[in-house]
């Protein structure tokens, strides 16, 4: 179960606004892309986020530019999950990657507000706010265990280690 | 029951018959990468492997900060260079060369009926050659480089039968901001768009591929133009190598199938800061504008130029405005000083640019102040992208850029061409 605070946004969220493309080749290090997180749609973001918050936005989140930076950006700036009714494909993807959550609902987002607490049950597919209940499909098993992993690197490190014993 | 293009070619590609919605884990036939290489080796050194799988499907491209600005860029292309000799990648292109996507045409690795997987977001872009090129992440590009393979959803799939012909003034970029502005910046997401149709004989390659690009803004996985006499015709000089063209079955099921006469597109701008935000050129004419971009990877090829050219042969753009020309590779730019494109842009008070991505992403070249307006040919123009978040970017043709810069004011380009 996670349970955090809710950081509400619109649609079309793209990766420019979530990690400027000025910063792409010279932040390097992922707890200075979490000081940047958001940096153009809302500078509040990055000041003011705790870590286990849950973004709750609009359809797809994350369009634009492949930059991965964009869901490392958010992992290290303690996102614990997004939920949102679609992501960009890429984005979706490098999120799986890097070992962020993403819930892919639609019938929750209009009832959560910016500073909700909601509850989100992985176990049953359902997202909860004060007893209203939502639910949504998990991810494909074989993208799950890149994400219980923590993500893509570490589920090869895990993979080639399986091999060579 | 038929196949589309992306349900045929995966299924080669695992040698099983795959459906959309299924996730297959596909071997690709080459890779691309650019500037990002350098975050891509270190990921690739941290899952501990010394050597990566298959060097020789592994292209990369220097383009997105050419040459570099800054000493953080210089060390990043440094890291790219000796990580390529280390690996023995042959098909390594320096700053020399352009925007990755058309360079990697030009040189002949984008092949019909092949995958290919880019670690950039319009890598769709090869699918003007009737390849499935999609772009990734940078994790997955290390991932791929260590294991020579990748989970990959089978899209669904979208059809678009495009009839008739433009009138003057009016191009590729037109309708794929027109097609853009009408199903919005998801309306594809996650689909294979192919493009069918009459008209299709009559669109040059060049166009076939600012359409492709673009499919990247209504948020597909890739585009897909059927391989005809053409795609040979261009493909004759670059490679020797054989291919198998790839077309869709004519009993493939379509997720939608849109439909679009070519002779009743409009030019088109999309305002900032989304590019689904498009409206006919008329709502913006006058408006005023500081900086022109012509170039890209979207409208920076010869026939992108040319137009400019034809435009502003014997003429000044507006003092008021400053004009940016990037064409999109060297092979681009010598064939447009060959035949003169370059002198007349130069000539009509343009700055010529060396090949690469320039402004496009804000990294480089041409940067904006706060409350400046660029009026652009690239691709995107979401708040910041041109490094600046208080400044503005319009997207267009060639043709809006050129006839605009001339007056110094937003124009439709009807009114000249």
New interface residues.
Partial sequence: MITGKVWKYGE?V?T??IF???Y???I?DKNEMAKHAM???DPSFAKEVQKGDIIVAG??FG????R?QA?TCLKYAGVAAIVAP?F???F???AI??GLLLIINGDSIDHIQKGDTIDIDLAKGEIKKSGKSFKFFPL?E??RGIIEDG???PH??KK?ATEKK | MGKTFAEKILSKNVDRDVRADE?VIASPDMVMSH??AS?ISK?FK????KKVKNPDKIVIILD??VPAA?E??AV?HKTIREFVKEQGIKNFFDINAGVCHQVFMEKGFALPGTLILG???HTNSYGALGTLSA??????M??IW??DEL?LLVPKSMRIELTGKFLPGVSAKDLALHIIGEIG??GA??KSVEFAGDALKKISISERITLSNLTAEM?A?NAYFPPDDKTREWLVMRTDKEYTEVFPDKDAIYDQILKYDLSKIEPKIAFPH?V?NVKPISFASGLEFHQALLGTCTNGRLDDLQIAAKVLKGKKISPKIRLLVFPASMEVFREALEDGTIKILADAGAVIMNPGCGPC???HEG?LAPGEVCLSTSN?N????M?C?DASVYLASPATVAVSSLRGLITDPREVL
């Fill in positions: 079309n793209n420019d606004v400027p493309g000025k792409t080749y010279t390097t940096e153009d749609l359809k797809n369009c634009g530019s492949s991965e869901a679609s960009s494909r890429i979706f993807r490098n990657n890097e494909p074989s993208v993500g893509l690197i090869l490190k080639f | 996730i500037d990002n975050a990921s941290s899952i501990g492997l997105h900060c800054s953080e860029y990043n670690s950039d977001s772009g990734i992440g940078r994790t997955e290390a991932a260590a294991t989970w910046a998801d997401l996650y948020g996985k989304t689904d992403l804000g990294a940067a995107r979401f708040k910041g992208r490094g978040k």
